[in-house]
């Protein structure tokens, strides 16, 4: 089993920006993907970004060019680096991890961008 924390959400103006991470309570070396998803008020959960334990990353359409995401095998971390923020991006953010057999998710971290 493994827990994922999600920290670093907040309230930030319009074009700011903020870094999430997703802290895993164990080595995340063998995770096929890491993801980050968002779910807004109302809305469907959407993917928002991918890394690979190869380090590909791949982005939502909405978000590319303003997001980053990285990972950190050694702290066992991955990171949604998040720029340029707009208000459409306030959402609660999560991350999962995707392990050969099984996957987990975090409990989110709320991100509300407004002035």
């Known amino acids: 089993q493994v827990q994922l924390v999600e920290s670093g959400g907040g309230l930030v103006q319009p074009g700011g920006s903020l870094r999430l991470s997703c802290s895993a309570s164990?080595?995340?070396?063998?995770?096929?993907?890491m993801y980050w998803y968002r779910q807004a008020p109302g809305k469907e959960r959407e993917l928002v970004a991918t890394?690979?334990?190869?380090?590909?990353?791949n982005y939502a359409d909405s978000v590319k060019g303003r997001f980053t995401v990285s990972r950190d095998n050694a702290k066992n971390t991955v990171y949604l680096q998040m720029n340029r923020l707009k208000p459409e991006d306030t959402a609660v953010y999560y991350c999962r991890a995707q392990f050969p057999r099984e996957s987990y998710w975090g409990q989110g971290t709320q991100l509300t961008v407004s002035s």
């Open positions: 890394i690979t334990n190869a380090g590909r990353t």
């Open positions: 164990s080595s995340i070396v063998s995770a096929i993907v």
